[in-house]
C-alpha cells in the first residue's frame, strides 16, 4: 500500500507550529485546506494530556465556530491521535501564515477561559468527565507564548 503523504513528513525534525498538511479539491470543486497545528515536538516531547487535549478540543471548536471572519470557513477541528497537535481544516485555499493570527486568538481563548467547558455534559460529549480544564489552559499558555508569539519559517514549513 501507499504511504500517504502525512506519513512522509520528517518527524524527527518537526517543530512546534502550523503546518499546511494538504490542499484538497472535490469533486463538487470546493478547495480544502487542512492544517497542522503541532502543539508538541514528535517523538522529543511528551504528547499532550488525553484530558488536556480533550478540553482543547471542546474550548478551540467552540472559538473557531463562532468566530466572526472565520466560522463558516472552519469543517473541523480535533485531536491528532498521537497526541502531539491538532488538525484544522478549513474551506478555501490557505497558507500556514493565513492562519496564524487566528491560531493566536484561538489559543490566548483557550489560555484565558473560565467557566464550564463547553460541551461537556453527559448530554453532549461522549466522555464529559475526561478534560482537564487547568491542563488545557497551561499547554494552550506554552504553545502560546513558546510558539505562535514568536513564530518564524521553521514553524510553518515542514521539514524536508
Known amino acids: 500500500m501507499k504511504k500517504i503523504p ?14 499546511l498538511s494538504r490542499i484538497d479539491h472535490t469533486p463538487s470543486g470546493d478547495t480544502i485546506s487542512t492544517f497542522d497545528i503541532r ?29 466572526p471572519q472565520w466560522s463558516g470557513r472552519v469543517i473541523y477541528w480535533g485531536p491528532m491521535g498521537c497526541k502531539t497537535g491538532n488538525y484544522l481544516i478549513l474551506s478555501g485555499e490557505y497558507h500556514s501564515s493565513d492562519i496564524v493570527e487566528l491560531m493566536r486568538e484561538t489559543f490566548r481563548f483557550i489560555a484565558g477561559f473560565e467557566g464550564e467547558i463547553p460541551g461537556a455534559t453527559a448530554r453532549d460529549c461522549g466522555n464529559y468527565t475526561y478534560m482537564d480544564l487547568d491542563a488545557a489552559k497551561a499547554e494552550a499558555g506554552r504553545f502560546l507564548t513558546e510558539v505562535l508569539d514568536n513564530i518564524t519559517e521553521a514553524n510553518l514549513e515542514y521539514p524536508l
Open 39 to 67: 502543539m508538541t515536538e514528535p517523538n522529543r516531547m511528551q504528547p499532550l494530556d488525553g484530558k488536556a487535549l480533550h478540553a482543547i478540543e471542546h474550548l478551540a471548536a467552540t472559538f473557531l465556530r463562532n468566530h
Open 6 to 19: 502525512s506519513f512522509t513528513v520528517n518527524h524527527l525534525t518537526l517543530l512546534r507550529g502550523i503546518y
